[in-house]
């Protein structure tokens, strides 16, 4: 059954599971897949393979002796992001100064994959501790999208991203503190949600981003998704954030329809610049809605960009915590885009950090009320198509100089208020490149965004279309 890479996890784990194929042949498989596409993309960094095989011979000998599934995607082979913890695999979070880094613990939602019987494949790409939308750094070689090699995956979890859609593994784990789980399923052409915040535990904790970070899922189909955040989903005392059991089940929850919902299109958040071409692709994603049986309204907020309240918590944070773990003289050794942060943190004063401190809380009282109204806000993802390699971020937006270099991603104001929203595939440009549509829920709504999402690839399906890269 060599076909089996191109299937979703949920048809895959219904497979292993009626014994109609083994965990252990869909992990040789992908592996056959990695040894071969993985040097032209760079997705992966360091490989698990014997682990992993240890890891789907033991599903496989459960099943043998009559254990029933435990859920949807028993046996079924999982990446994970290099900035997150995994017991005796290398960790290198894409610096130098954890090359050799190898945890002993495991984080909560790696623990909770390796209980659920995913077997883990490896560890994908990464800037350097998550600081840009893209993903490379000074360790590895760079991740490229497989849609054009080209171009970007985008970042931080450009190398998970980057692997779904090439077909290395059904599923993937990345974490977002601005867009980094969103922006490459976007620029990738997949399928990529970020939970509510601390609806995943986040620990070990990482002091940069533990006020910003959703921990999540990237994956082809909506309901693969679904069925990884039904495994990792759920409170762990050791994340103070971490959000009680919501009482549901998140794969089922993609059951139903939409209709009566009250849905907002903008191409611009009410503040931004959109290219063309990506607004007249997502506007008729959006406008796809009333078919669904929403009511869709061009809508925005009026309200300023919140980039300054963004970079004013993030600067002094990275600035502080590379201080803190890092040599005497580590500037000269990290990403060069890395080396801007303590600069830029040491010119704002303590009443800038303190006004940034505040600012979540002044964005919420403009999209709290503009919740009140609606029950999803379908926004581009990002503003471009995807861009070139080596770069945090285009610098054109339609022709036009970028004024900031947040503006282009219309993400980042979601980790300020903590809600859920996703990326799905929304079409192509005619250069065949991905465009995603984003989609931002009310506080805690999580399965309605994975709904609404669902209901989207019912009527738009994407997940049969492949980079030639996967081939």
């Known amino acids: 059954m060599t076909d089996l890479w191109n299937r979703s996890a949920i048809e895959l784990g219904a497979l292993i599971a009626l014994k109609e194929t083994t965990s252990e042949e869909v992990v040789r498989i992908f592996f056959e897949r990695i040894h071969r596409i993985n040097p032209k993309i760079g997705a992966y960094v360091t490989l698990c393979e014997n682990e992993a095989l240890a890891e789907a011979r033991a599903v496989d000998e459960k099943l043998r002796k009559g254990q029933k599934p435990p859920n949807p995607l028993f046996g079924v082979p999982v990446s994970i992001k290099d900035l997150i913890e995994t017991r005796g695999v290398l960790t290198t979070f894409g610096s130098v100064f954890f090359k050799d880094n190898i945890p002993e613990v495991d984080a909560v939602l790696v623990e909770r994959l390796r209980a659920a019987g995913c077997p883990i494949l490896g560890k994908t790409n990464s800037p350097e501790f998550g600081g840009k939308f893209a993903t490379d750094n000074l360790l590895f070689p760079p991740t ?29 784990v990345g974490n977002d503190g601005g867009g980094s789980i969103r922006v490459p399923a976007s620029l990738c052409g997949v399928f990529g949600i970020k939970p509510h915040f601390g609806r995943v535990p986040s620990w070990p904790r990482h002091d940069v981003w533990s006020t910003l970070n ?23 005392e050791r994340d103070r954030s971490s959000l009680p059991s919501p009482g549901l089940a998140y794969l089922k929850e993609c059951d139903g329809d939409i209709r009566g919902l009250r849905v907002a299109w903008s191409p611009d958040l009410g503040y931004g610049r959109v290219d063309p071409e990506v607004k007249t692709i997502c506007e008729k994603a959006a406008l796809a809605f009333k ?20 970079l004013h918590i993030l600067l002094p944070r990275m600035a502080a915590w590379l201080e803190e773990v890092l040599p005497e003289g580590f500037q000269e050794g990290i990403d060069p885009m890395l080396q801007v942060f303590v600069p830029l943190a040491d010119q704002l004063s303590l009443r800038d950090a303190m006004r940034a401190h505040f600012g979540p809380d002044a964005v919420w009282d403009v999209l709290g009320p503009f919740f009140g109204d609606y029950n999803l806000w379908l ?19 339609a022709g036009e ?61 994407w997940a049969a279309q492949w980079p030639q890269a996967a081939f």
């Open 144 to 172: 490229r999208n497989p849609w054009n090699l080209e171009r970007s995956p985008g970042g931080s979890s450009g190398g998970a991203a980057a692997q779904v859609a090439a077909g290395l593994g059904p599923l993937a």
């Open 214 to 236: 959703h921990e999540g899922p990237i994956a082809r189909t909506v309901r693969d998704a679904a069925a990884m955040l039904d495994i990792m989903a759920g409170p762990d």
């Open 291 to 310: 078919d669904l049986g929403c009511t869709v309204e061009e809508a925005a907020p009026v309200w300023d960009c919140p980039e300054r309240i963004f």
């Open 379 to 397: 926004t581009p993802t990002v503003a471009v198509p995807p861009y070139g390699l080596g770069i945090f971020g285009p610098d054109r937006i």
């Open 401 to 461: 100089p970028v004024a900031s270099a947040l503006l282009p991603f219309f993400t980042f104001p979601f980790n300020l208020t903590g809600q859920p929203a996703a990326s799905v595939p929304a079409g192509f440009t005619a250069d065949g490149l991905p465009v995603g549509l984003q989609i931002v829920g009310r506080r805690y709504e999580d399965h309605i965004v994975l709904r609404a999402s669902a209901c989207f690839e019912e009527a738009k399906p």
